[in-house]
Every structure is written in structure tokens, then in C-alpha cells.
Nanobody, 127 residues
Framework: QLQLVESGGGLVQPGGSLRLSCAAS????????ISWFRQAPGKEREGISC????????FYLDSAEGRFTTSRDNVENTVYLQMSGLKPEDSGVYYC????????????????????WGKGTLVTVSS
């Protein structure tokens, strides 16, 4: 059974950095795309980025451009979200999610397309 476990959240000052991890188990990575989402208090969940089975990365969050990057450790079967230049408005619960696909380049930042979710990790950006 596919499982996703996020980690790496915490309290960070504005301008700081965090690296979030999404450890995936119970599936073959070539069959799934992995996406990052976040949900701020009182707001809807929004897509941040996605990595396709072939490793292509797509970003959906304009405010993350130039500050966030996504990468994958194939050995550890972990997808990372590296965040820098953090702002208070980046605070929220960060989730990774997965959807099975036969298309090697498929990606989505739409939460309705996701089949599996982690429980999330809390990021708080505050001085």
C-alpha cells in the first residue's frame, strides 16, 4: 500500500530556509507523479509543484518561483521541497500527494487529481 510521509517542517524566521521531505513507500516511482501542496489557515489548499514519473518538474505557484525547488532522491525514494527566502505568507501545512499514471510526463497541481496524501507537515514563518 502506498504511503507518503512528510517531514522537515518547523518554525523559521522570515528569509530563512527549510527542506521538506516526502518519503514514499509501497509503490513503483515510475508509475506515480508526486505533487506538493500547502494549505494556509482559512485558505484553500493550493498546488506548489509536481514531479512526473520521468523526473520532470512543474511549478504551479507563482509566488514560489525562484524560491522553491523540487528534487528527488531515487535511492531513498524521497521527493524534496527546498524552500528559501521564506515569508510569513508561506506558513501553513505542507502536503505531498501522489497519483498513478501511465504517462511518464504527467503532472498535476490540482488536488482533485490526487489519489494518495500524506498527513502534512507544519511550516511556520515568523519572527
Amino acid at each position: 500500500q502506498l504511503q507518503l510521509v512528510e517531514s522537515g517542517g518547523g518554525l523559521v524566521q522570515p528569509g530563512g530556509s527549510l527542506r521538506l521531505s516526502c518519503a514514499a513507500s509501497g509503490f513503483t516511482k515510475r508509475d506515480y507523479s508526486i505533487s506538493w501542496f500547502r494549505q494556509a489557515p482559512g485558505k484553500e489548499r493550493e498546488g506548489i509543484s509536481c514531479m512526473s514519473p520521468s523526473g520532470e518538474i512543474t511549478f504551479y505557484l507563482d509566488s514560489a518561483e525562484g524560491r522553491f525547488t523540487t528534487s528527488r532522491d531515487n535511492v531513498e525514494n524521497t521527493v524534496y521541497l527546498q524552500m528559501s527566502g521564506l515569508k510569513p505568507e508561506d506558513s501553513g501545512v505542507y502536503y505531498c500527494a501522489a497519483v498513478r499514471t501511465i504517462a511518464r510526463t504527467y503532472c498535476s497541481g490540482y488536488e482533485g487529481a490526487m489519489e494518495h496524501w500524506g498527513k502534512g507537515t507544519l511550516v511556520t514563518v515568523s519572527s
